[in-house]
């Protein structure tokens, strides 16, 4: 079987960890390499999180790439009343072995992207910035691109306003220039990805795997599921970043509607709002494929597996 090659770029952040670790051992991926921008915290914090935790799982031969440590026109955002002041609390890992290669992370996408057969998959699950340098230092890396696969966004409510997500707010010029470039999207919003909620339950369930990988996971989502309830009063933490590689293992798990989509770059109330058009009200193409609905137990079973993967210690 032919695996899938792809890019993931993240701010790790306990649910970017998690895709992480999906991605990295799944048979039918091919992780070409991981790029990190600042989001949840810090562009340090978050390069050494992506490091660490490729690291713990055995795969540090899987290179790192730093990138933009700021959004490309607005004021930097991070969120660390959800993943604390190392964007990754909770886990203790060794001393570092593993470090971020030489070079930008967006150099990384261009030069990949462009040696490449178009077959190359982009999956983002922080703000879009070094992806969308990318397409303005060298558009052409647009026709190489397989797919944007990206978490972010909401044809619903937001979680940072009413009307915006943490991925697009944080950028939403890049998310614009990622969404505008002709290449198809596949938008990952919070409509399905507060469906997935880790639940005490779930993470019992995980807990019994009994690996590195699952003392990970259930390390992660100590603090997670925590913060998650104290800001949003959720019972568990919406594992929002992991249904972009859950869709591409198994795509049956993920309901999609094609709509036209627009970010907001109005700098007012709706700033960084993904305009989602549901109904097909103006009439436009569609944009984008959006996720409307998710199985949860079909996304938990695949979240089990990929930590089973790893095998006994």
């Not at 150099?107 to 077959?119: E, H, P, V, Y």
């Not at 230092?137 to 797919?147: D, G, T, V």
């Not at 969404?179 to 880790?198: A, E, Q």
């Not at 907001?264 to 989602?276: E, F, I, K, Q, V």
Request: charged residues 20%.
């Amino acid at each position: 079987m032919e695996k899938t090659k792809l890019i993931l770029d993240c701010d790790p952040g306990h649910d970017d960890a998690v895709a992480i670790l999906l991605a990295a051992n799944a048979p039918a991926l091919e992780l070409l390499g991981v790029t990190v921008t600042a989001g949840n915290q810090t562009l340090d914090n978050t390069s050494r999180n992506a490091c660490n935790v490729l690291s713990w799982l055995g795969k540090g031969e899987i290179p790192v790439y730093a990138g933009c440590d700021r959004p490309l026109v607005r004021d930097k955002m991070i969120a660390a009343d959800i993943h604390g002041s190392t964007g990754l609390d909770g886990p203790v890992f060794p001393p570092r072995t593993k470090f971020p290669e030489k070079g930008h992370a967006a150099q990384f996408l261009i030069k990949t992207l462009m040696a490449s057969a178009g077959d190359v998959t982009v999956v983002t699950t922080g703000p879009m910035t070094n992806l969308g340098l990318a397409l303005r230092l060298e558009p052409r890396i647009a026709e190489k691109i397989r797919q944007i696969v990206l978490m972010g966004g909401s044809y619903t409510n937001g979680n940072v306003t009413p009307a915006a997500e943490f991925n697009i707010i944080a950028d939403p010029e890049a998310a614009h220039i990622c969404f505008s470039c002709g290449r198809p999207v596949v938008m990952m919003g919070l409509d399905v990805t507060r469906k997935v909620l880790c639940t005490p339950d779930v993470v019992a369930r995980m807990a019994k795997v009994n690996n590195r990988a699952s003392r990970l996971f259930v390390d992660l989502m100590g603090h997670f599921c925590r913060t998650q309830k104290e800001v949003f009063g959720w019972e568990g933490g919406p594992l929002h970043d992991p249904v972009t590689i859950a869709w591409l293992l198994r795509p049956e798990l993920v309901q999609l509607k094609g709509m036209n989509v627009s970010i907001d770059l109005s700098h007012g109330p709706s700033y960084g709002r993904t305009n989602c058009d549901y109904f097909g009200y103006l009439g436009l193409p569609e944009t984008a494929r959006v996720a409307v609905d998710i199985d949860a137990g079909g996304f938990w079973d695949l979240v089990e597996a990929g930590l089973r993967s790893y095998g006994e210690d």
